[in-house]
């Protein structure tokens, strides 16, 4: 009697192997996620303690906060692509001292920080994707007392 010897894989132990692959590469794909959105929090974390320094420098030259109702920082055409001695000002204007030479924008596509003030106090809306030193995911408001989620201009 002749033995025949197999060469290969069974149907289960190529599934069984397909099924590692898939679960490695999905902890993979997920691990990468995380890390883009922590990424993207620390570049708006960034952006907004440079914005609050800017502003800070306005109050001590002007003892005033530029002047909004509402209005997105960095967006072209907005009038508010930075910050100058006459406050929020589009590139194309020029105004001097310059506090900011071009505000930050956001990490995503078409991503702007929303800001409003009063002469004695701002807010500078952003939000979150992860948990930070500020708390879970949402949305913050910085103001010149420090960050939080209250909308109130302090």
Do not use: C
Request: no cysteine.
């Amino acid at each position: 009697m002749k033995m025949s010897i197999k060469n290969g894989f069974t149907i289960p132990e190529l599934l069984i192997a397909l099924l590692i692959v898939g679960i490695l590469g999905a902890l993979a794909v997920y691990a990468i996620n995380v890390q883009r959105a922590t990424t993207r929090d620390a570049k708006r974390i960034s952006d907004i303690s440079v914005m609050r320094a800017a502003l800070s420098q306005y109050w001590l030259q002007k003892a005033s906060y530029p002047l909004s109702e509402g209005v997105e920082l960095g967006r072209p055409g907005a009038g508010a692509e930075r910050l100058t001695g006459n406050g929020l000002s589009s590139l194309d204007q020029g105004a001097q001292p310059i506090f900011l030479e071009r505000f930050p924008v956001g990490p995503k596509n078409n991503e702007y920080y929303a800001y409003r003030a009063t002469d004695n106090g701002y807010a500078l809306r952003f939000i979150t994707e992860r948990e930070t030193a500020y708390g879970p995911p949402g949305v913050y408001y910085a103001h010149s007392t420090g960050v939080d989620n209250s909308d109130n201009l302090k």
